[in-house]
């Protein structure tokens, strides 16, 4: 048995609980509650483990639904594949739960290793699910359908296809049910949430698609998980409102500064503020990094210029900018880094700080909201900002 207790803390769960303690039992949230005696935990085990988090806010740990961990890219050829992701880069971000991907390449990228970096992943530290396929229709699979892949490998738990892009196999709507029913059905039959999670590019059809089918369908809207929506296009920012308004959970992508000339995208803070000022709910919005993948640029006529690879610790920076810059309340900001995302993806045991759920926590400094420690399912991966837990490759 291994015991953990987080001393002084001020919790945000996400609602404000004021300063406590949390006692954490193996992987698990036990106890929450103030000046929980250490004298006594010593008198059950001499090796608890005290973090000290008296100058400290502390919060449920981010989740990152769409980071490409076994690398991404190649859309310049070969030697732009971005390698695999190390566990130490979550670590540093403050990211204690990811959902793996593909990108363009399906073909040459392999889902099996994707699950098998995803298992890894979870045996270093963090906890880890994937999505099956990737841009193209018909999507690879790990085995012989999307509804077996949902059903029989416990890390799937959805689907990933692109849309509205030039880099996309543009599926007719019809096609995009059938994807979509499927995926609903393996959830139903799984117990997960079966979502499918849409590359949104910057053509004109936008999400027509997706209003085709909720309008002609009963598959209800929340099935859909739409990213990279925060971009400088007035017709689709008009097309995401509405997807908002009739209860579609939105997604920011993270690292974007929106002030470039070359920039297509906005900042998720500001606009996280322009859906609410139109009536969007909070709960209803997420953000994710998009972390490892490629970040190829491309000319008017949809020529190769160049590459860069994203980063993951954009989530924790967007999560700093909405409350340092945008004056987001720290409840807001948790919602659309962990707790809604939990929410849209049955991840039951996320996303929250109460007793009984998964002890994935973070620790902030509480004037600059540095990270100072991170616990993830019990296990201390970072204390006093020093990475503690390395991945199997990583030099310490």
């Known amino acids: 048995m291994s015991i953990l207790l987080i001393k ?6 996400p609602e404000h609980q004021g300063e406590k303690d949390i006692l954490v039992i193996n992987e698990k ?3 929450i509650d103030q000046n929980i005696l250490t004298s006594a935990l010593n008198a059950m085990d001499k090796n608890i483990k005290i973090i000290d988090a008296s100058k400290c806010m502390v919060i449920p740990g981010h989740i990152d639904q769409h980071v490409h961990i076994n690398g991404a890219g190649g859309e310049g050829g070969p030697q732009y594949r971005t390698p695999p992701i190390q566990l130490s880069e979550f670590v540093k971000a403050g990211i204690t739960s990811v959902v793996g991907l593909l990108g363009t390449d399906g073909f040459a990228r392999s889902l099996k290793a994707l ?5 890894a992943l979870e045996q270093e530290g963090i906890s880890t699910w994937i999505y099956t396929g990737a841009y193209e229709y018909p999507s690879p699979t790990i085995t012989e359908s999307i509804l077996s892949d949902l059903i029989l490998i416990d890390k799937v738990i959805g689907l990933k296809i692109a849309l509205s892009d030039h880099r996309a196999s543009h599926p007719t709507v019809d096609e995009f049910i059938k994807v979509t029913s499927e995926a609903r059905a393996g959830g139903i039959l799984a117990g997960k949430a079966g979502v499918v999670h849409i590359h949104m590019g910057g053509e004109k059809q936008g999400l027509n698609c997706l209003f085709d089918i909720i309008r002609n369908t009963e598959i209800p809207i929340e099935q859909f998980a739409p990213t990279h929506l925060n971009k400088k296009d007035e017709e689709l920012f008009r097309q995401v409102v509405e997807f908002g308004k009739i209860g579609g959970y939105i997604d920011l992508t993270a690292g974007v500064s929106g002030e470039e000339k070359s920039s297509h995208s906005i900042k998720p803070g500001k606009a996280i503020k322009e859906l609410m000022k139109n009536g969007i709910s909070i709960e209803k919005i997420t953000i994710s990094s998009d972390g490892n993948g490629s970040l190829p640029k491309f000319n008017e006529k949809k020529e190769f210029v160049g590459m860069s690879i994203a980063s993951v610790s954009s989530l924790h920076q967007e999560f700093i900018n909405m409350v340092k810059e945008e004056k987001f309340s720290i409840k807001e900001a948790i919602h659309v880094t962990s707790t809604n995302i939990a929410k849209h993806l049955k991840l039951d045991k996320k996303g929250e700080i109460r007793v009984g759920k998964d002890a994935d926590i973070i620790a902030l400094d509480k004037d600059t909201l540095k990270i ?7 296990k201390v991966l970072m204390e006093d900002e ?3 837990k390395f991945g199997t490759f990583e030099k310490e």
């Open 29 to 31: 949230i036990f106890f």
């Open 386 to 388: 020093e990475v503690v």
């Open 115 to 119: 699950l098998m970096k995803a298992r």
């Open 372 to 378: 100072k420690h991170v616990i993830a399912r019990g």
């Open 8 to 13: 002084d803390g001020d919790v945000y769960a």
